[in-house]
């Protein structure tokens, strides 16, 4: 069974930094395109970040120039390096991957909190 686990939230000051990790496990063959989601409280859930299995990247306007994402294609890992956090980005952040397995498609982790304080 395919899974996408995440770690590396938490509570950080505005101006701080927090890492992001999502790990796949499983028998996979390959992952295509994986990204970053968040979802505030009562906000749809947004593109973060994402990378494609070459390593082109896109970022949100919102977080261009602070985050940065990348992806370790044998370890089947990727990650989000969160800088100059600000309050505006706290929200459950969501790892996703197009993951190629036996039943393939895509795969979602169960969420890690951000919180930044002001």
């Known amino acids: 069974q395919v899974q996408l686990v995440e770690s590396g939230g938490g509570l950080v000051p505005a101006g701080g930094s927090l890492r992001l990790s999502c790990k796949a496990s499983?028998?996979?063959?390959?992952?295509?395109?994986m990204g970053w989601y968040r979802q505030a409280p009562g906000k749809q859930r947004e593109l973060v970040a994402s990378?494609?299995?070459?390593?082109?990247?896109f970022y949100a306007e919102s977080v261009k120039g602070r985050f940065t994402i990348s992806r370790d294609n044998i370890k089947n890992t990727g990650n989000l390096q969160m800088n100059s956090l600000k309050p505006e980005d706290t929200s459950v952040y969501y790892c996703?991957?197009?993951?190629?397995?036996?039943?393939?498609?895509?795969?979602w982790g169960q969420g890690t909190q951000v919180t930044v304080s002001s």
């Open positions: 996703n991957g197009r993951i190629k397995s036996i039943s393939g498609g895509d795969y």
């Open positions: 499983g028998i996979i063959f390959g992952i295509d395109a």
């Open positions: 990378i494609s299995s070459g390593g082109n990247t």
